[in-house]
């Protein structure tokens, strides 16, 4: 099992969790759920209590990873399998991202 914190604009907002390659959990955190100045962080994920599950990693995250070339580079420098997503995202969308994302490893 994998976790990453989920940070908007520097701000915790969730955990995403992998279970293994078959099981995905997003939560909110708590303080950012019940503060209503912050939004959800995507459309496709909105603000709830509930966790969300998923048999693969969320359109969401996976949306912000690189693809075909960048991505194989990626994977051979960082020394990590281009099939793992979840890896992928917790290596390379930590500082510079487009958004207002990031992802922190715990």
Do not use: C, W
Not at 22 to 46: C, G, M, V
Not at 72 to 92: C, N, P, R, V, W
Request: glycine share 4%; aromatic share 14%.
């Amino acid at each position: 099992m994998r976790t990453l914190e989920i940070y908007r604009n520097g701000i915790l907002a969730g955990l995403l969790i992998e279970e293994n390659r078959k099981k995905y959990i997003f939560r909110y955190d708590e303080q950012y759920f019940i503060d209503d100045h912050n939004p959800a962080i995507s459309l496709t994920l909105p603000k709830t209590q509930k966790e969300y599950i998923s048999e693969f990693l969320f359109p969401f995250f996976f949306n912000m990873l690189s693809e075909g070339v960048n991505r194989k580079l990626q994977s051979l420098q960082l020394k990590i399998d281009e099939e793992d997503s979840f890896g992928l995202l917790a290596a390379t969308a930590q500082y510079d991202t487009i958004g207002a994302i990031t992802v922190n490893p715990i």
